[in-house]
């Protein structure tokens, strides 16, 4: 690899850290001033970017994309689609599992109600391992409730 590279993918690197570092400094910051500063218009605007920002709306527009850009013969598109597709996948694939090992689909849920024992899978022993502790913890929680 030149040295120019070398240099670049560093000066990239450097910058990406600073953006990390400036955005977890400033985080308390920005969430006090998202919670003093709310409306209904943009919290319409923020539901409907949860709604349709989720991965169906964007595996259909994958898709109809990839369908323009076969019947248009462009591979580059089609390239861009399958790239898109396989982002997507890749994106629910670890998103899936963030939730699994974190048991919080998204921060309004409560934890109660994705711990309750009757919804996990118990189909291998990892999962009966996991259900029997999370019971534990739930009788735990509901005894510090009484």
Same mark, same amino acid.
Request: proline share 3%; charged share 20%; glycine share 6%.
């Given at each position: ?7 670049? =993918?560093? /000066? %990239? /690197? &450097?910058?990406?850290? *600073? !953006? ?13 001033? *998202? ?13 409907? &970017?949860?709604?349709? %920002?989720? =991965? +169906?709306?964007?595996?259909v527009? %994958?898709? #109809?994309?990839l369908?323009?850009? =076969? ?5 580059? =598109?089609?390239? *861009?689609?399958?790239?898109? #597709? ?5 994106? %629910?694939?670890?998103?899936?599992? *963030? ?7 998204? +921060?309004? !849920?409560? &934890? ?7 919804? #996990? ?14 019971r534990?913890?739930?009788k ?7």
């Amino acid at each position: 690899m030149k040295r120019s590279a070398v240099f670049y =993918w560093l /000066i %990239g /690197i &450097v910058i990406a850290a *600073i !953006v990390i570092i400036t955005a977890f400094h400033f985080d308390d910051a920005m969430r006090d001033f *998202i919670a003093q500063h709310q409306n209904p218009t943009m919290r319409n605007f923020m539901r409907n &970017v949860s709604l349709y %920002g989720d =991965w +169906p709306s964007h595996l259909v527009l %994958g898709l #109809l994309l990839l369908g323009i850009a =076969w019947r248009r013969h462009s591979e580059r =598109w089609m390239r *861009i689609s399958l790239a898109m #597709l396989i982002a997507l996948s890749l994106a %629910g694939v670890v998103g899936r599992g *963030i939730q699994i090992a974190t048991a919080r689909a998204r +921060p309004s !849920v409560k &934890v109660e109600q994705v711990l309750h024992p009757s919804r #996990l899978p118990v189909n291998d022993r990892c999962s009966q391992i996991t259900s029997g502790l999370f019971r534990k913890k739930i009788k735990e929680h509901e005894q510090e409730k009484e």
